[in-house]
């Protein structure tokens, strides 16, 4: 889904707003922009697999995906984690966003 995907560009090139706007509003109301990107402080980057999404019958979609993520580690090196879950997105405004995530380390 090209709202994940742009997501994680984003998250990527450290365009920490952009990922931001791409949540609802309600999580923007209930979450600070700078909690948000203070949760990518260690991150270098990210790969994301996204698997075959789901249409929901009240017109959001469940995208599954996998996260390998490569992160800063407190000695100075480097950490990699795997994640799975997924995220529900759907239309706000006439665009899509993302509305809510399930994403736990797997290693």
Known sequence: MTTITQYYADINA????AAYSLW???YQQSTSYQKFASGFATTQNDVVQVNAATALLNGTVKVPLTIHSVNTSSSGGTVQHTYQGYYTAGIEVDSWHLLSASIQ???
């Open 14 to 17: 450290k365009n920490y707003q």
């Open 24 to 26: 609802v509003a309600a």
């Open 105 to 107: 380390q797997t290693n």
